[in-house]
C-alpha cells in the first residue's frame, strides 16, 4: 500500500514564526515530492516540487526532503496571515501514469 | 497565466441522478486527472486520460463514473446514478507531457447529493 502520512493540525502559530511542515511516506520508488497549498474552497496550487533527495528554495518557502528517512519538509519563514492555508504534500507515482499520492493536508493558522 | 477552469461550482442533486462536471483545461496539455476531496478527508486519484482514453483508474471510479474529451477542449466527468457519498469537492487537472511535474488544477466543483 502505497502511503504518505501527515498530521491534519490544526497548526497555529504568531506572526513572523518560522513554520515546519512534514511529511512521512512509505514506497522508495517516489521520486518527486511536491507542496500544495490549498484554500478553503479553492484547488490545490503548487508551490513547489523536488527531484530525488536535498532542498531547494523559493523566497519565503524551503522543501526539503530525506529519502533515507522516507520524510519531506516544507518550512515558511516570516509567516504571514495570508499563509493561513491547508498545505498539501504529494508524491508522484511514476508507475501509475504520474498520479499524485496525497498527504491529509496540514491546516495552518497564522495568528496576526 | 492559462488556468484550468470548473463548472459549475456547485452542484446540488438527488440521489440517483445524473450529474455531468465540465473542465476545461490549458488548451496545450496532453495528460487529464479527475480527483475528489470528501469534507475533512485526503484528496484521491479517481481517473487520469490521454490520447482519448482512460490511462488509470482509481477502485473508487467503478462503473458509475465515466469521463470523456467530447470536443477537444472539454474534459468531463459523468456520475451517472448519484449517491449520498459522492458528495465531495471534484478537481480536475491538467499536465502538459509525461515529463513535467506540474500539475495544474481547476477550483473545483462542490457536488452535494441530497
Known amino acids: 500500500q502505497k502511503e504518505v502520512e501527515q498530521d491534519p493540525g490544526p497548526l497555529s502559530v504568531p506572526e513572523g514564526a518560522i513554520v515546519s511542515l512534514n511529511c512521512t511516506y512509505s514506497?522508495?520508488?517516489?521520486?518527486?515530492f511536491m507542496w500544495y497549498r490549498q484554500y478553503s474552497r479553492k484547488g490545490p496550487e503548487l508551490l513547489m516540487y523536488?527531484?530525488s533527495s536535498g532542498n531547494k528554495e523559493d523566497g519565503r518557502f524551503t522543501a526539503q526532503v530525506d529519502k533515507s528517512s522516507k520524510y519531506i519538509s516544507l518550512f515558511i519563514r516570516d509567516s504571514q496571515p495570508s499563509d493561513s492555508a491547508t498545505y498539501l504534500c504529494?508524491?508522484?507515482?511514476?508507475?501509475?501514469?504520474?498520479?499524485?499520492?496525497w498527504g491529509a493536508g496540514t491546516k495552518l493558522i497564522i495568528k496576526p | 497565466e492559462p488556468e484550468v477552469t470548473q463548472t459549475p461550482s456547485h452542484q446540488v442533486t438527488q440521489m440517483g441522478q445524473e450529474v455531468i462536471l465540465r473542465c476545461v483545461p490549458i488548451?496545450?496539455?496532453?495528460?487529464f486527472y479527475w480527483y475528489r476531496q470528501i469534507l475533512g478527508q485526503k484528496v484521491e486519484f479517481l481517473v487520469s486520460?490521454?490520447?482519448?482514453?482512460?490511462?488509470?483508474k482509481s477502485e473508487i471510479f467503478d462503473d458509475q463514473f465515466s469521463v470523456e474529451r467530447p470536443d477537444g477542449s472539454n474534459f468531463t466527468l459523468k456520475i451517472r446514478s448519484t449517491k449520498l457519498e459522492d458528495s465531495a469537492m471534484y478537481f480536475c487537472?491538467?499536465?502538459?507531457?509525461?515529463?513535467?511535474?506540474?500539475?495544474?488544477f481547476g477550483q473545483g466543483t462542490r457536488l452535494t447529493v441530497v
Open positions: 487537472a491538467s499536465r502538459d507531457n509525461q515529463g513535467t511535474t506540474e500539475a495544474f
Open positions: 486520460f490521454y490520447n482519448n482514453e482512460i490511462s488509470e
Open positions: 514506497n522508495s520508488a517516489f521520486q518527486y
Open positions: 523536488t527531484y
Open positions: 488548451s496545450n496539455h496532453l495528460y
Open positions: 504529494a508524491m508522484i507515482d511514476m508507475d501509475s501514469n504520474y498520479q499524485l499520492i
